[in-house]
């Protein structure tokens, strides 16, 4: 006995999928009797005839190298003889090659006789790449315009909705090109490993699914279980790099990539991602981070190297994990740019310095301590909160403001019972100031903190106004002082709406004004008191909780 030319064959119906349990008939060539094969080299094993394939549509198939058979295959159920063969090939020997046993395996399928499709190499199963026609596995061969021509063939054929079509490794072609040529039906699963490059257009490893799909039709990776799914990303750091030292572990979002440039290296276009590691020392962070913004726009911009065309304002390069924005048009030269600040030269093309390439949006480590904003162009403000720092235990909030004489606000906003926003108070920190105290309007002063007079309160004007003529409760809401302005005798004996522990200074403008004395309007003495013209008395309001409406004199001044 020998080997058939596939070990374990298997084979397929009409529509690609696996013929679980068919049916394989094995005769001698040209006649209907039945002969013999076998389940291994010993040929002391025999297969029943037909054969019943397993549920992965797979037999184990030993044939007499001296004989030649004819082979039928029928689907599951069908009679003996079969009256419903998928196909029959005669003449068949195991001396013959790959392309006769592969017509065996995977014949010529409805599908691709209908999208007029002829495979070239049959030992690769249906919608595999290498079975047709321009695709090939050899790492430098464009096949862009021919897998796009074969999926959409079968596209247009395909009876269940969809066309898939898996490309081995090594095939070649272009992510960006062949979504603009494929049916929204078409789904690539690409194996190729060599179709994607990383923002400094070095080559990596890429396995994934392509899909030119429409709205309705999103594409996604699925992971299903009936307790926990777990997605791992395993960064083992055996290889000396930058990112295997990091244990790096990334995931990136692109709106696509292009390809610029002397080297014509290809990049991710208006890129970020979330990436995991070791930002510094042992400590373990997750970063939430977006590429330069020129990645998204039609410039010229790759990795530094010697022998790079440039354009001045034009051109731009990512040396020394920093960017550079090209001062003069030529060639670059022999040392690459590392300088932090102004423009100097590489030996052929004068590099401005633009910043340091971080564009980190989020990080939180392991303890907690999170940021926002970082980088001297890409930070608007960060918050660094390290409730469980390991070298002392302390927490802290911090904003900082960027920029030349910028200030910092702390706004907090409330709703109303209509769920309308109510601004309230705010902070602000200014330089040689201190933190002051703003009401929501920002028009005038509370209160200010500073390092050297500590607090103050009722800086600047004082908030007031002047009660209405004749009003005997004014109303004293968001005020300090009030000026009476009473043309007539006007007895007040209560302030309307005062707050707990408000204090209002009452301020005569006239000499008509009386305070009158009661267990809601406490005056010194327990009098009455006529206010002659700019005399004051000052009142305080007890919180309800110790007396309910109730203002008491604190001061007063009679002229």
């Known amino acids: 006995m020998i080997l058939s030319p596939i070990p374990v064959m298997k084979f397929f119906d009409n529509n690609g999928r696996p013929l679980v349990g068919g049916l394989l008939f094995t005769y001698e060539a040209g006649t209907s009797t039945k002969i013999a094969t076998y389940t291994d080299d010993s040929g002391g094993s025999l297969n029943t005839n037909p054969i019943v394939l397993d549920f992965r549509g797979e037999a184990n198939l030993w044939i007499d190298p ?68 321009g695709i090939l596995a050899d790492g430098s061969t464009d096949c862009t315009t021919a897998i796009a021509t074969v999926a959409n063939a079968l596209a247009g054929v395909v009876t269940n909705g969809q066309c898939q079509i898996t490309l081995p490794f090594n095939v070649l072609y272009d992510r960006t090109t062949i979504m603009g040529l494929l049916d929204q039906s078409v789904v690539l699963f690409d194996l190729t490993q060599i179709n994607d490059l990383n923002g400094a257009g070095e080559t990596a490893k890429r396995i994934g699914m392509l899909a030119a799909d429409v709205a309705v039709s999103d594409s996604q990776w699925s992971i299903d279980s009936g307790h926990h799914c777990v997605m791992s990303t395993n960064n083992h750091g055996t290889s000396g790099s930058l990112s295997a030292s990091k244990r790096l572990a990334t995931w990136l979002w692109a709106a696509g990539v292009f390809t610029l440039g002397t080297l014509a290296k290809r990049g991710d276009r208006g890129a970020a991602q979330a990436q995991w590691g070791k930002d510094t020392g042992d400590y373990y962070s997750w970063k939430l981070s977006s590429f330069a913004p020129w990645l998204a726009i039609a410039a010229d911009y790759e990795r530094w190297a010697t022998g790079q065309s440039a354009t001045s304002g034009v051109s731009y390069t990512l040396a020394s994990g920093r960017i550079y924005v090209a001062a003069s048009t030529g060639t670059t030269g022999s040392t690459e740019p590392n300088w932090s600040s102004g423009t100097s030269s590489d030996g052929g093309v004068n590099w401005t310095y633009v910043d340091d390439s971080d564009r980190t949006i989020y990080t939180i480590d392991q303890y907690g301590r999170t940021l926002i904003g970082n980088g001297a162009a ?9 409730p469980t720092d390991p070298g002392g235990g302390s927490c802290s909030i911090e904003y900082e403001a960027t920029g030349v004489s910028k200030v910092t606000d702390l706004r907090l906003t409330a709703t109303t019972s209509g769920s309308a926003s109510s601004p309230q108070p705010f902070f602000r920190a200014q330089d040689a100031v201190g933190v002051r105290v703003f009401d929501s309007a920002a028009s005038d002063e509370l209160a200010r903190f500073s390092d050297t007079l ?10 007031w106004s002047q009660a209405v003529d004749g009003d005997t409760t004014p109303t004293v809401l968001n005020q300090r002082v009030l000026y009476t302005n009473n043309t007539g005798a006007t007895s007040i004996t209560f302030f309307d709406d005062g707050v ?55 001061a007063r001044s009679i002229k």
Do not use: C
């Not at 930070?379 to 909160?385: A, L, Q, W």
């Not at 500590?454 to 908030?463: A, D, H, K």
């Open 66 to 133: 001296q004989l030649t058979y004819k082979f039928v295959l029928s689907p599951a159920g069908d009679t003996d003889p079969p009256t419903r063969p998928i196909w029959s090939v005669d003449n068949l020997s195991a001396l013959g090659g790959t392309q006769s046993v592969g017509q065996v395996l995977y014949p010529r399928t409805d599908e691709e006789v209908a999208a007029g499709i002829t495979p070239v190499q049959y030992q690769w199963p249906p919608r595999y790449g290498l079975r047709y026609s």
């Open 378 to 386: 890409g930070r608007t403000f960060y918050i660094k909160v390290t």
């Open 500 to 554: 707990d522990g408000q204090e209002i200074k009452i301020v005569a403008t006239d000499a008509n004004t009386t305070l009158v004395n009661s267990t809601n309007l406490l005056l010194t003495g327990a009098a009455n008191q006529l206010l002659t013209q700019f005399s004051s008395v000052t009142f305080s309001k007890v919180p309800a909780a110790i007396a309910s409406n109730r203002w008491i004199e604190t």
């Open 454 to 463: 500590g607090l103050w309160t009722g800086m600047g004007s004082e908030r």
